[in-house]
């Protein structure tokens, strides 16, 4: 009775244990031999087990039980490993765009604390000078234009952005 119930498809619950009982380990073996990854040959057993399971009243009952079984756990082993090759291959498609955006959010961070720093380093000069500085690095103004709204001669601006930059540099060093 039991050997007829194991070499059929299962028709109800108890018929569907005793088959997942006795067929489970030979079909995870047979897949992991196959694989040599244990979950991959776990996720194998399972979705067999739940097509076998989704089948219970459509199985062909001329064909062995174990033939199907193991039809269906090939065909989902292909299945599954297909998907796997498709992902590897969209990963190693994408990697490239990831890692350029990694890095440029990188750049974008050290250019961000650069950034401050600078203007930290900015925030120490004096009032005129960080005022100069202020309007060529970061509004873009020329000499003349800062000279004209700030009432001072262009040699002036020169200077202190020559001056401003020193310290900078000097502070930059120490990095």
């Known amino acids: 009775m039991i050997n007829d119930i194991l070499q059929r498809a299962p028709t109800d619950e108890k018929e569907f244990f005793l088959v997942y009982r006795y067929?489970?380990?030979?079909?995870?073996?047979?897949?992991?031999?196959?694989?040599?990854?244990?979950?991959?040959?776990?996720?194998?057993?399972?979705?067999?087990?739940?097509?076998?399971?989704?089948?219970?009243?459509?199985a062909d009952q001329r064909v062995l039980f174990s033939t199907q079984l193991f039809q269906i756990a090939r065909t989902k082993l292909i299945d599954e490993l297909r998907r796997q090759a498709l992902n590897r291959k969209y990963v190693d498609f994408e990697k490239p765009f990831v890692l350029s955006q990694y890095e440029d959010m990188e750049t974008r961070i050290a250019y961000k604390d650069e950034l401050e720093y600078v203007k930290g380093l900015i925030a120490q000069m004096p009032f005129m000078r960080q005022q100069v500085f202020y309007l060529h690095k970061f509004e873009e103004l020329s000499y003349k234009e800062i000279a004209v709204k700030l009432s001072i001669s262009p040699k002036t601006v020169e200077n202190h952005i020559s001056i401003g930059l020193k310290f900078i540099k000097k502070f930059f060093k120490l990095l």
């Open 23 to 58: 067929w489970y380990r030979k079909l995870y073996y047979f897949l992991y031999h196959k694989t040599q990854c244990s979950d991959l040959a776990e996720d194998v057993v399972q979705q067999t087990f739940l097509i076998v399971w989704e089948r219970k009243n459509g």
